[in-house]
Each structure stands twice: as C-alpha cells, then as structure tokens.
C-alpha cells in the first residue's frame, strides 16, 4: 500500500479482538439440528415480538437520575469507565477487554468496504480465514462473529437476507453492531435533538473560541456531558421547583381560558388570538413555550444524559444483565428522539406531579 492509496481510504482494515473465552462457539443443537447464527427474516417481522418490545420499553420510566448506575456509582472518567464495586468488577475493569490492548491487526485489503463490491469481496477474504458458511475448514461445526460499524453492519444486514445464496453464512455468523459505534452514534443524536436549544449555549459558555458543527468529536462530548451531571445534582431542585410553578401556571391559563370561551368573552379557539379579556399574567404564548422548553430539559437531565453515560459505562462493566438494561434504555431514547425540541414524553413529566 503506498501513500496516495492509503489517503483515497479505497482499502479495508481487518483485525481481531483475543481475550480470555469463557463461552464456546460449538454449533447449538435443538433436536439434532444446529440453530442458525442470524434469526430468520420472519422472527425479525413478527409483529407480536415487536409489540412485546414496544411494551417493556414503555415500562422504562423517562425519570431515570435518582436509579442510574452513573450516579450511584459516581463515574467521572473519561472515557466513561464505572467505579468498581467489588473485586470480581475489579480484575474484569483491568483487563480492558474493550481497548486496542486486545486488538491485533490481521491485515489491510484492497477493497473500498463501504462499496458493495468491496464489502463483499472483504467479507470472503474474512470466511477464507474462519471458514463460516463453509465445509470442510478446521472450524467446521462452529460459528463465528463479525463486529463492524454501523455503515458495515447495516449494510452487510441488507445483503445477507436479500440473497438466499447467503443462507450458509446467515447460519454460521454472528454479525455484531459494534459497541462502541453505538454509544458514539448516541452522542451524535444528543447533539441533533439539544444542540440548538440548550448545549450549544453550555458549550460557548464552556470553550468561547471553539469551533461547533454538528457535534464535537467524542472525547469532547463524553467530557462535556459528564460535566453537566455533575453540575445537575446542585440546580435539579430548582428546575423541578420552576416545572411545578409553570405547569401550574399553564393549567391555571387553560382554566381561565376555557371560562372565557364558555362565557363568551373568546370566540375562537387561536391561542394566542383575542386574549386582551384576561389578566395580562395569563399569557399561552410565554408560559407553554417555557412549559415545553422545561420538559425538553427535564428530559435531557433525567434520561437522555443518564441513559447515554450508563451504557458507556456498561460496555465495560461485563454484566450482561446491566448492559440489556442499559441498551433498551438507549433504544427508548432512539424512539423518542423526533427533532430538535420538540419530544413526545412530555407527557410523561406533566403526568409525574
């Protein structure tokens, strides 16, 4: 590879996570018969499952600061490691199973994976060396597991349940969303739905003469965020105290202006229209928007923030119970996230008082 090829980035990397195997990747037998690796298309469109889904992620409750293990645990490092709370979480946080220590490069292709071509060219020199979806290899009867990014993974994900050609590699290959790429991409969506209403302000405050596009790289971000839990614990009685006294207020408007429509003294239902009959105190205009505007920041101490530093932190924690948890957490967050601020949990704090 000389200079001005490695610059066009038209190659692809391939290495190889090692560390010390608990589980084994034998082929898993039900009635004799090997299960396969990737669920079939129809598990995946099952209706039912998905409304199970939608179900338990609407158990999970927005109000999230006072239970999150970011908190209980006081993390602080960047990048987000958890406080160990014991010696087994001890030894297990010292290995960094999760950082380049166990990473080894294999090799460097000449093929542009984030062209299909080149994906699939890159994914036979892979099966070439493990042998999934083959016969006859040294790793006969065993799967296998492919850990990529997101644009690798999605992409790869269309093509393997497209082509029924494919079906020996759905069944060997375990074909992984990167972890990491995931709490990345969170930051990214964080930044999407508060930039303009709330962090961009705390971040001028912060770096003046800085530079904001979309989003700052992630060190930046998981730095700048950890700052604003910190800070939360002193100004949350404050902003739960101001939520109580707008939202009273907004009800106290809705009030006096369903009074007004009944008597006759409004006679249309425009808001912000004809309102010079009632006290100048009660104006929709002012107090919903600051009502939305306080739900939206609620929304960002109380989940968004505490959702995303608590599955950074569960990545390296190694408890599979705690980073499912954690991981259906992020997923509510996705759901949730329509467009800058405006959010549909709302609700959800108007109905907590």
Same mark, same amino acid.
């Given at each position: 590879?000389?200079?001005?090829?490695?610059?066009?980035?038209?190659?692809?990397?391939?290495?190889?996570? !090692?560390?010390?195997?608990?589980?084994?990747?034998?082929? !898993?037998?039900?009635?004799?018969?090997?299960?396969?690796?990737?669920?079939?298309?129809?598990?995946?469109?099952?209706?039912?499952?998905?409304?199970?889904?939608?179900?338990?992620?609407?158990?999970?409750? !927005?109000?999230?600061? =006072?239970?999150?293990?970011?908190?209980?645990?006081?993390?602080?490092?960047?990048?987000?490691?958890?406080?160990?709370?014991?010696?087994?979480?001890?030894?297990? *946080?010292?290995?960094?199973?999760?950082?380049?220590?166990?990473?080894?490069?294999? =090799? +460097?292709?000449?093929?542009?994976?984030?062209?299909?071509?080149?994906?699939?060219?890159? +994914?036979?020199?892979?099966?070439?060396?493990?042998?999934?979806?083959?016969?006859?290899?040294?790793?006969?009867?065993?799967?296998?597991?492919?850990?990529?990014?997101?644009?690798? $993974?999605?992409?790869?994900?269309?093509?393997?349940?497209?082509?029924?050609?494919?079906?020996?590699?759905?069944?060997?290959?375990?074909?992984?969303?990167?972890?990491?790429?995931?709490?990345?991409?969170?930051?990214?969506?964080?930044?999407?739905?508060?930039?303009?209403?709330? *962090?961009?302000?705390?971040?001028?405050?912060?770096?003046?003469?800085?530079?904001?596009?979309?989003?700052?790289?992630?060190?930046?971000?998981?730095?700048?965020?950890?700052?604003?839990?910190?800070?939360?614990?002193?100004?949350?009685?404050?902003?739960?105290?101001?939520?109580?006294?707008?939202?009273?207020?907004? *009800?106290?408007?809705?009030?006096?202006?369903?009074?007004?429509?009944?008597?006759?003294? !409004?006679? =249309?239902?425009?808001?912000?229209?004809?309102?010079?009959?009632?006290?100048?105190?009660?104006?929709?205009?002012? $107090?919903?928007?600051?009502?939305?505007?306080?739900?939206?920041?609620?929304?960002?101490?109380?989940?968004?923030?505490?959702?995303?530093?608590?599955?950074?932190?569960?990545?390296?924690?190694?408890?599979?119970?705690?980073?499912?948890?954690?991981?259906?957490?992020?997923?509510?967050?996705?759901?949730?996230?329509?467009?800058?601020?405006?959010?549909?949990?709302? *609700?959800?704090?108007?109905?907590?008082?």
């Amino acid at each position: 590879m000389n200079k001005d090829f490695y610059a066009s980035l038209a190659w692809s990397a391939h290495a190889v996570k !090692v560390w010390d195997q608990k589980g084994k990747l034998d082929y !898993v037998l039900v009635d004799d018969m090997p299960i396969s690796a990737s669920p079939p298309l129809s598990f995946l469109l099952d209706e039912h499952r998905w409304n199970e889904l939608s179900e338990s992620l609407g158990l999970i409750a !927005v109000w999230k600061y =006072d239970t999150c293990n970011s908190v209980a645990r006081d993390t602080r490092r960047i990048p987000v490691k958890p406080i160990s709370m014991n010696e087994d979480e001890e030894a297990h *946080l010292s290995q960094s199973y999760d950082g380049l220590c166990r990473l080894f490069p294999v =090799d +460097i292709y000449p093929h542009n994976i984030a062209a299909v071509d080149g994906l699939l060219q890159s +994914i036979r020199k892979c099966q070439l060396i493990d042998g999934f979806g083959l016969c006859g290899t040294p790793r006969d009867s065993k799967y296998s597991i492919l850990l990529s990014d997101i644009a690798i $993974y999605w992409q790869w994900f269309r093509i393997v349940y497209s082509y029924s050609g494919l079906a020996p590699m759905r069944h060997d290959l375990f074909s992984v969303l990167g972890l990491w790429h995931t709490y990345q991409h969170a930051h990214r969506l964080l930044w999407c739905e508060f930039r303009s209403a709330f *962090l961009a302000d705390a971040f001028f405050s912060l770096w003046p003469t800085q530079t904001l596009l979309l989003q700052p790289k992630l060190k930046q971000s998981a730095t700048f965020v950890g700052w604003l839990l910190l800070a939360y614990r002193r100004f949350r009685p404050q902003l739960l105290a101001s939520f109580r006294l707008i939202r009273a207020e907004v *009800l106290l408007y809705q009030m006096f202006f369903t009074a007004a429509l009944r008597s006759g003294d !409004v006679d =249309d239902y425009n808001l912000r229209s004809r309102v010079h009959c009632l006290a100048p105190l009660f104006c929709v205009a002012s $107090y919903r928007d600051k009502y939305v505007a306080l739900c939206n920041l609620l929304y960002l101490f109380e989940f968004a923030i505490p959702t995303l530093i608590d599955y950074g932190a569960s990545i390296k924690l190694g408890d599979y119970g705690v980073w499912k948890e954690a991981l259906k957490c992020i997923l509510k967050l996705y759901i949730n996230s329509t467009s800058a601020g405006t959010l549909t949990c709302c *609700l959800n704090f108007a109905s907590r008082f």
